[in-house]
């Protein structure tokens, strides 16, 4: 795999999931964009970055506004002259019982992790094609295929991406760029020592995911040469959603 001198978006990488893709992607050589409303988490994660030798810029950016998603890329244009590889990871979790949401929160939850996926696509997209292409990741998660109750706007979301995903990679595939789609299940982004045996065991693969399982899906579907995988959800998840439960 070879990243060298590749530009790469990561959104919501100040923390979490984001923060390990936009390093992984920094230690195989890459330019690494950190866009994150977190300002203090982005300087942190970017510090991270140089002192391991790896390169990259912080951009603030609220991908809940379209007017920042235009600045994030005129940024990058402006800053490396091309985009190669977005990564839509930034997204909110909020649980509420359909009978309380308002349609305030419904709209907020969204915005936050549907719309900015198409516009932050579009953006890169517009880029990318006047390049050689480019590849683009959308992160989504195994709660867009199942369900525990009261995560309605973020269940709709997910599902949201699944069909987005194949909708854009069929729209830019003229434009030779990649559109796929990751479904984490359980992936621990606090402390992994605190996770009890019964949050390992309930997996088929016996343990809870981690933010690196996730990042190398992101190189592997990015990777040059790797492009027969296209307008595809991976997911990610350790066989939870291949398990079946009936109590017995
Ligand atoms: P996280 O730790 O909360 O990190 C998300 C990052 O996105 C934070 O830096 C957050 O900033 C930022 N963000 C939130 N709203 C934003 C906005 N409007 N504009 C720009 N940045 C924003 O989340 P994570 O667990 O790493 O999750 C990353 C992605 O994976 C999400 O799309 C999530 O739905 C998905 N996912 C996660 C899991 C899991 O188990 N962790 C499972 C399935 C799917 P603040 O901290 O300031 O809000």
């Known amino acids: 795999m070879s990243f060298s001198k590749k530009v790469v978006v990561v959104t919501g990488a100040s923390a979490g999931i984001g923060q390990c893709i936009a390093i992984s992607y920094a230690m195989e050589k890459a330019r690494v964009v950190i866009a994150d409303i977190d300002e203090k988490g982005g300087q942190k994660t970017l ?40 990564i839509n990871n930034a997204g909110v979790s909020r649980w509420c019982s359909p009978y309380d949401l308002k349609v305030e929160e419904w709209d ?22 006047e390049g050689i292409g480019g590849s683009i990741v959308n992160i989504a998660s195994t709660r867009a295929l199942m369900s525990e109750p009261g995560t309605e706007a973020y269940a709709a979301t997910k599902g949201g991406i699944l069909a ?18 990751i479904s984490p299940g359980w992936i621990e982004t606090g402390d992994y020592k605190r996770l009890r045996d019964v949050d390992h065991k309930q997996h088929l693969s016996g343990r809870v995911g981690k933010p690196v399982d996730i990042a190398r899906a992101c190189l592997y579907l990015t990777a040059p040469g790797n492009d027969f995988v296209n307008g595809e959800n991976i997911v990610i998840d350790g066989g939870m959603t291949r398990k079946m439960i009936y109590h017995h």
């Not at 198409?118 to 953006?123: A, G, I, K, M, Q």
């Open 164 to 181: 987005l995903t194949h909708a854009m990679a069929v729209s830019l595939s003229e434009d030779n760029i990649q559109v796929n789609c």
């Open 47 to 86: 510090k991270t970055i140089v002192a391991a030798g790896g390169s990259g810029i912080f951009a603030r950016c609220d991908v809940r506004e379209p007017a920042d998603i235009e600045s994030l890329f005129g940024l990058v244009v402006k800053e490396y002259g091309r985009v190669d590889i977005l």
């Open 108 to 129: 907020d939850i969204i915005n936050t992790n549907l719309r900015s996926v198409f516009l932050c696509s579009r953006e890169a997209a517009r880029i990318m094609k």
